[in-house]
């Protein structure tokens, strides 16, 4: 076999006796079971992959997500919960998550529940965290750290069920513990964001506060 790259991409030849050559297409990634198989960075193309998803849903939905209606804050939030959030979180968890990734998630996600809640930043002045909290709704970093430690226990359970020789057990989930901390410890400096000092004076000038670090701006 020899490997060759045409105009549209590269393609493994293989000799076919009394035939011509069979020219098959190389792929470098492809789509499996809802995320995204590679050679390279698989987790933040899986992640990139069910974020485009989840938007496309959440585009579906917006009518009743964000629109005026007779759907109270908290009913908006569980359908979003229930019919958007699955759409993101099934299969990334197995893939895992990288840092850049979580943050890329978490600030998708948080734009869309301060949409769902009307809440915008630059007319309330709110944090994130603080925004949320107003309304009695999770964090996305308490969402999806509440997947990951319920992925944990559903692992632990299946293993004292599991016989010595199921395949099942072959199945490594070792980034997951690593994964879940990560996800706690966010939890932790959420509960730790503040309010910009400059956000008590000048009320009448729209301001954009960083949820990541203290930049904020006009």
Not at 18 to 34: C, F, M, N, R, V
């Amino acid at each position: 076999f020899r490997s060759r790259r045409f105009n549209d991409g590269g393609k493994l030849i293989v000799p076919v006796p009394g035939h011509e050559d069979a020219y098959i297409p190389i792929q470098t990634s492809t789509k499996y079971l809802g995320v995204i198989i590679s050679y390279h960075n698989f987790e933040d193309a899986s992640l990139k992959h069910r974020l485009q998803l989840m938007q496309v849903g959440f585009r579906r939905l917006n009518r009743w997500l964000t629109g005026k209606h007779c759907l109270s804050i908290a009913q908006r939030f569980q359908i979003w919960r229930t019919c958007i959030f699955p759409i993101f979180s099934y299969g990334v968890f197995a893939t895992g998550m990288t840092q850049a990734g979580i943050t890329k998630a978490m600030t998708q996600m948080t734009i869309m529940l301060r949409r769902i809640i009307h809440d915008h930043s630059y007319l309330t002045r709110r944090t994130n965290s603080a925004a949320l909290a107003s309304r009695n709704i999770p964090t996305p970093a308490r969402l999806l750290h509440g997947i990951a430690t319920g992925l944990l226990r559903s692992l632990a359970e299946r293993a004292a069920l599991l016989q010595p020789h199921d395949l099942a057990l072959t199945i490594t989930w070792d980034h997951l513990p690593d994964l879940a901390q990560r996800l706690h410890q966010l939890q932790a400096t959420e509960s730790l964001e503040l309010q910009h000092p400059s956000l008590e004076a000048g009320f009448d000038t729209p301001i954009f506060q960083c949820a990541q670090c203290d930049f904020c701006t006009t």
